[in-house]
């Protein structure tokens, strides 16, 4: 699985729009790039995934390069309920060996 | 119905006592998942059930015991449980083709 890197934390303001980039240089060709919440005390939440170029829905947009080592997840006009760990993760989407997670981004919003 | 159901919610044991967690879905998935979350730490993943069977068991210890019983139903049996195995145990499913993942609210385990 290909190794994912993202900032420990963040911090915004509500109202904000919140960029949080993932670095995942190994990347393979099968692979998808998704993004997970995790509200303290709750199990992870999926919020979107992608393969290439922009993915948009109803909380998040995701952009991924053309050479898809990176990805950033878009989050716009937040509000203090968004304050949750996000979590990269990269991998096939056929098989189910389960999701490995790295360390994730604390995101704290403030008023 | 698209919940993962976990119970309990809160379960405190000695390290002497037997005890069981329960985890239901009635989505269809055919893929179910115990994770381990510690304290300001990702979740990690225990063990995979795919169509019933298990299929990955992360070199768990023994005194974890999974069970499928149904398609619909994944227990997690403890016995002899460490005190540094108090965390938040996940349950999980997903379709076998590992997109969107979907899991429960967990059960915070406390072992004394």
């Not at chain 1, 949080?20 to 240089?25: D, R, V």
């Not at chain 2, 990690?44 to 149904?70: A, D, G, H, W």
């Amino acid at each position: 699985l290909a190794k994912t890197t993202q900032p420990i934390s963040m911090d915004s303001y509500e109202g904000q729009e919140v960029n949080i980039t993932c670095s995942h240089n190994n990347i393979a060709t099968n692979d998808y790039i998704t993004w997970y919440q995790q509200f303290p005390s709750q199990g992870p939440r999926f919020i979107i995934q992608g393969y290439k170029t922009k993915v948009t829905n109803e909380v998040a947009s995701l952009f991924i390069p053309a050479d898809r080592k990176s990805s950033t997840l878009s989050l716009p006009r937040v509000s203090l309920s968004d304050t949750a760990v996000y979590y990269c993760l990269v991998g096939p989407l056929v098989g189910a060996d389960g999701l490995t997670f790295g360390k994730g981004t604390h995101l704290i919003i403030q008023p | 119905d698209t919940e993962v159901t976990q119970t309990p919610k809160h379960l405190v044991m000695g390290m002497t006592n037997k005890k069981s967690l329960k985890c239901e879905q009635h989505m269809g998935h055919r893929a179910m998942y115990w994770y381990k979350q510690k304290a300001k730490k990702p979740p990690e993943l225990m063990f995979v059930y795919s169509y019933e069977k298990l299929s990955i068991n992360e070199s768990v210890p023994s005194r974890f015991s999974p069970e499928c019983p149904n398609s619909s139903l994944l227990n997690l049996h403890l016995h002899a449980l460490q005190p540094e195995d108090s965390a938040l145990y996940l349950c999980a499913s997903s379709q076998d083709s590992g997109y969107g993942y979907t899991f429960g609210s967990g059960t915070r385990l406390t072992v004394v």
